[in-house]
């Protein structure tokens, strides 16, 4: 589900990523009278809408000024990064103990989370596989991406049933990798080309959010 958190306004400080991009497409959206999910469509290439790329790219302008960038730093809506070191899964790839790191203590730190008692090896065990299949689904596009095998989360799922946790705590498990990858995305934005990183960010959410869809199924028919 989209929310329209945030106004593009190059006057205020860029307060989160996760909403911006969110936001972003929701209001291009309601502007020209299309559903967000096309916009999002169009701004990964999986379609073409020469007037949704020209919002994009307005607004994309935008953002720049938030991030202190020049307003060309972006280029055309589909250019591609001349270094891929700075592309959101490199990045990933390249964080990836510190993400499982902050990942358990934020686990740690969620009463909910921590009702269930088991050793941090045990409990950090999936994160690492679920966040690799999640860059790995990212390449994919949105109909491929349905489709796709994503069995460090139905293990995970899985796993989750049999050791007590609910199946909110499952769900909740995902939103912290989200929110350690967006934390760590919104550290590096500046060095990153802005619509590349708003394209990479929907693609990892897409990709979590169907990741999070295979896990509870699993969860809920595992036998108790």
Known sequence: MYRDNSNINPNRKLQSLHALYRGLYVRIARKLGVDPSYVSRVARGDRRSSEIEEALRQAQQEIN??????????????????????????????????????????????????????????????ILPVLEETIKSMKLNVRDMATASMKAAEKHGQLRQTQGFTPMALVEEYNLVRRCVFGLAQEHCRQMDTHQLIQDLTQFGEALDLQTQRALGNYLTTPM
């Not at 790839?93 to 993400?99: C, F, S, T, V, Y």
């Open 65 to 126: 000024k938030q991030l202190g960038q020049a307003a060309s730093a972006a280029g055309s809506a589909h250019s591609a990064s001349p270094d891929g070191s700075k592309r959101l899964a490199h990045l990933v790839k390249k964080n990836r103990g510190r993400i499982r790191k902050q990942w358990l203590a934020h686990s740690q730190s969620d009463p909910n989370l921590r009702r269930v008692k088991i050793g941090d090896q045990k409990r950090a065990a999936p």
